[in-house]
């Protein structure tokens, strides 16, 4: 048996021969194509059987990339590289094996010093490049560079793909042409590039602010530079790319001096990027961003920056954020505009519901901001003032006037910012389920889990789940909730949020509770929880015990705190203590208490 093996890029020169060899009846011939990468992902568990999932499909995805597909590139890649490491392929310098630097360089020799010229400056534009613009980079016609491409084909280095576009056969090839790192002749490409890109009709803006930011050290303009990084983001945040359009203002930031105005609002649009994709360091840049503009005298953009710093409610559950709500009073002594003021007031009112203040003060705060909102005749503001109203005003006893605030919430938010109407959405389904309303809480949630999936943000997907995981308790449906509880935590980690695990326990404790499991849930309290935290929740705490027939024990506890202590709690807190209580006096027969806690719970539907 005799195999031999041709290159596509040969069969033009053994025409003949390969049409005589196929007629015979002993001759099979076999068209082989780059390895799928499902293939690739298969060698990949074969060869290093310790990779989880993920890190099999990142190798497979990494190597296809990079190969494209050439079994003896994957190969030998496959064997040689570390594939616990991070990094995987991403660095061009990593040496490469020796067979596939001389597999490389031998299609690379039969370049000319026009080719070399040609296909580097190619390189550098990137693994796909359209002819017509490398033709005007290099400064050479289109029948230079179609000559170029003709030989790139013929010795396997390049494959045309129609409409005037090229592509190099895999990453490997592009990456020995491209110039060294840091080098002044890579630099001097890249300026090349973007001066010509930005001549093109309706050019990249991600593409074009790369090459300006990389041809700044061979004299590429810096202030074109800003321009197109600006627009990247812009163009990142219609994509939904919020991240990448986070990283483009920082890299237009790094550009600006530090007393350029544009500074402040690049800072805003940054954490404005960063809240929307998961990046808690959104934080800090806002804070820094109210910081600056006050110093500048800049009243308006410090106000734009201190409302962007919320997510939709508070900062975190049952935690003060003291700096946000510094920043908050410190716009509010210099903002006069009712529209602003009614804004900065709403969120003030929504930072401060765990400071201890009483609910009358955190409903007469929300309130004002309501009314300066219906002055001013902004409904945006008023939609802001109303979201963050349903926390700031939240007791147990006023679900028909939320109720009414979040039928007129829905209506202003409806044919605006999904992100708005995702928060009038999310808090009618806690109103209505808290009114018994089930078929509009299932509707709601629906609505919720719809606009999150639209907007990819993270924070929305996360409170979605939160959403369809009391749903899915509320029907009794344990398995699906455990599945959405512990999806929802893993979003609220991957997002930064700072309260992740109060919802998620809460909901846990409940499926726990459901399934008679009250021994776990005691136990994990006491593990997990601070002394403080135990202290609010001992009501919660008796109930249990007292569900498990403990009632001596249930009793002590309740002895321990009393009704004083049920009440003592941040303003959220106290109509579920109430609760609790009313079920313990019950039971321990404490009928001056239940009076009191009927006092506080008034109003309240069966």
């Known amino acids: 048996t005799v195999a031999g093996v041709i290159r596509s890029s040969d069969v033009a ?9 196929s007629r015979r009846d002993d001759v099979v011939r076999l068209d082989l194509r780059g390895l799928p990468v499902g293939d690739i992902a298969t060698l990949v568990s074969e060869v290093q059987p310790t990779l989880g999932d993920d890190e099999v499909q990142r190798a497979a995805d990494e190597l296809e990339a990079r190969t494209g597909g050439n079994a ?3 190969a030998s890649l496959l064997h040689t590289t570390d594939w616990t490491d991070a990094d995987g392929l991403g660095d061009r310098d990593r040496e490469l094996p020796a067979e596939l630097s001389a597999a490389i360089a031998e299609r690379l020799a039969g370049l000319d010093e026009t080719g070399v010229a040609v296909l580097t400056a190619a390189s550098v534009i990137g693994q796909r490049f359209p002819a017509r613009l490398l033709a005007d980079v290099v400064g050479r016609s289109p029948v230079d560079i179609s ?4 030989r790139g084909r013929r010795d396997g280095l390049l494959e045309d793909l129609g409409g005037g576009d090229v592509a190099f056969v895999h990453d490997l090839v592009r990456g020995a042409l491209m110039p060294p790192d840091g080098s002044y002749e890579l630099a001097a490409l890249h ?3 973007a001066e010509q890109l930005e001549r093109q009709p309706d050019p990249d803006a991600t593409a074009t602010a790369s090459h300006f930011l990389a041809g700044i050290a061979a004299g590429a303009d810096v202030e074109k530079a800003v321009m197109w990084s600006v627009r990247a983001a812009h163009q990142s945040m219609r994509q939904l790319a919020y991240l990448q359009a986070a990283h483009h203002h920082h890299e237009a930031l790094q550009l600006l001096a530090p007393d350029d105005r544009r500074r402040y609002e690049l800072m805003i649009q940054r954490g ?3 809240l929307l994709g998961g990046d808690p360091a959104y934080r800090t840049v806002l804070l820094d961003a109210v910081r600056l503009c006050l110093d500048a005298d800049e009243p308006t953009l410090a106000a734009e920056a201190a409302l962007s710093n919320n997510r939709g409610l508070y900062s975190a559950a049952g935690e003060v954020d003291h700096e946000r709500i510094a920043a908050l009073e410190r716009v509010l002594e210099t903002e006069q505009d009712p529209s602003t003021r009614s804004q900065l007031t709403a969120t003030l009112a929504v930072e401060s519901v765990f400071t201890g203040a009483s609910l009358d003060h955190l409903a007469d705060l929300s309130q004002e901001a309501v009314d300066l909102a219906r002055r001013s005749g902004d409904d945006v503001a008023l939609a802001h003032a109303l979201t963050l109203r349903q926390d700031a005003n939240y007791r147990i006893d006023n679900i028909a006037e939320r109720l009414v605030e979040t039928d007129e919430l829905l209506e202003l938010t409806a044919n605006g910012d999904p992100r708005a109407f995702f928060w009038a959405v999310a808090h009618r389904a806690t109103t209505a389920g808290e009114a018994g309303r089930w078929r509009e809480v ?7 889990d719809a606009i999150a999936s639209a907007t990819r943000a993270p924070v929305l997907e996360w409170y979605a ?3 369809r995981g009391a749903w899915a308790i509320q029907q009794g449906d344990l398995g699906e909730a455990q599945h959405v509880i512990d999806r929802g935590y893993e979003l609220g980690l991957e997002t930064g949020q700072p309260d992740a695990l109060i919802p998620t326990s809460g909901q846990q404790c409940e499926v726990l509770r459901r399934r008679g499991r009250y021994e776990t849930i005691l136990a994990l309290a006491d593990e997990n929880l601070s002394e403080d935290l135990l202290r609010r929740s001992a009501p919660m705490r008796a109930v249990l015990l007292l569900e498990q027939g403990r009632n001596d024990e249930a009793h002590q506890l309740w002895e321990s705190v009393g009704l004083g202590g049920a009440l003592d709690v941040p303003a959220a807190q106290v109509g579920h203590n109430l609760l609790h209580a009313r079920r313990l006096c019950e039971a321990f027969g404490d009928g001056d208490a239940i009076d009191v806690i009927e006092g506080h719970l008034a109003g309240v539907p069966p």
């Open 13 to 21: 020169h053994l025409t003949t021969l390969i049409a005589d060899v």
């Open 191 to 193: 300026r090349a590039i």
């Open 442 to 448: 299932e509707r709601m949630i629906g609505e919720a």
């Open 465 to 467: 789940a939160v959403l």
């Open 147 to 150: 000559s170029t491409v003709k």
């Open 272 to 274: 404005r990027a960063q």
């Open 72 to 74: 003896l590139f994957v």
